[in-house]
């Protein structure tokens, strides 16, 4: 019913900066909140930032001041903004989508997760 394709990950130097794009398809109506959690090796999957569709966030607290959330709500995209990257920021990247709405007021319960996106910060 939805899908969520993300783009934008690959290989930067630490200081540099990525911009990862993830773009939800559907017979969608609204999204509630659009996020990107992460998982690195070995570790469980994080938060890292989440925008709701009135444009409220939140951000790990290891990411506050270097990466920005945003979002298109007509196109039903969100984006994150990477700056200042560090090693222990690789991880694959995933985009998360809650409180979606499909046409004819029909509420998805789930939430809906892309495939992930690799991003490798070398030092």
């Known amino acids: 019913q939805v899908q969520l394709v993300e783009s934008g990950g690959g290989l930067v130097q630490a200081g540099g900066s990525l911009r990862l794009s993830c773009a939800a398809s559907?017979?969608?109506?609204?999204?509630?909140?659009m996020g990107w959690y992460r998982q690195a090796p070995g570790k469980q999957r994080e938060l890292v930032a989440r925008?709701?569709?009135?444009?409220?966030?939140n951000y790990a607290d290891s990411v506050k001041g270097r990466f920005t959330i945003s979002r298109d709500n007509a196109k039903n995209t969100v984006y994150l903004q990477m700056n200042s990257l560090k090693p222990e920021d690789t991880a694959v990247y995933y985009c998360n989508a809650a409180g979606i709405v499909l046409g004819g007021s029909y509420f998805l319960e789930d939430d809906y997760w892309g495939q992930g996106t690799q991003v490798t910060v070398s030092s």
């Open positions: 559907g017979r969608i109506f609204s999204i509630g909140a």
């Open positions: 925008i709701t569709s009135g444009g409220s966030t």
